[in-house]
């Protein structure tokens, strides 16, 4: 068994505990009820969208233009594919817990306009690679698109404090004393544990689909 | 306390399912694409 394989396994065993979890074992949250299950969805998307995928296409895309690695334009490529579907499913479950809990499915509040803006700009960045024809020039357009998304991520970050926001501050990735209860941090890290290794599962198999791609065609 | 709106629940973890299977599939179709000429080369050898 490869190890990407491997890594496909044990992303779907740790999200059947984590689906678990959140769906069966973590207690009924007080004030939200059940709705408050769908943070065990939306939360880790977020998490690896934000603070794993945007890091790795920030690094590989300046490991790039200083190496000129086609290894590290990949591993930006793959990436920022695997980063717009985690980020579309932010976005997703985060509208259909604001429709019981906020009454209304979307607001141009500025956490929520700053996610969007983040996901047009993964968008723009596959769009950009498929719109350029000569693989070196759609990889140095990449790489610089790339950069300048991932400095959008501290002004995701950061919305919530900056402006007034219907969206709460962090609960977990904040300085100070955790806020959420155990029963519901525990279902959480193994939520966010599992999607992190199928993001992993997803770049690994990615950047080998497009390494056969690169050999086929040289 | 709110209602428990189970509804709303089934539709995040249905549509995330969709989102993430659906990815999860088109890359297993685009490795069998890639993979699918190589094979045909080593047996033309």
Known sequence: MTATRALGWLSLAALAIGIGWGLGLAPREETQGNVQRIMYVHVPSAIVAEYIACPLIFFASVGYLWKRRAEADRLAHASAEAGVVFMALTIITGSIWGKPTWGTWWTWDARITSVSILLLMFIGYLLLRAATDEPERAANYAAVLGIVLALNVPLVHFSVYWWRTLHQPPSMLKPGPMTLSPEIVRPLLINILAYAILFAYFVAKRVRILKTEAEAMA | ?45
């Open chain 2, 1 to 45: 306390m709110m209602p428990d709106h189970w509804g709303f629940v089934a539709m995040a973890y249905g549509l995330a399912a969709v989102v993430l299977g659906g990815y999860w599939r088109r890359l297993a179709r685009l490795e069998r694409e890639v993979a699918a000429p190589r094979t045909r080369s080593r047996a033309a050898r």
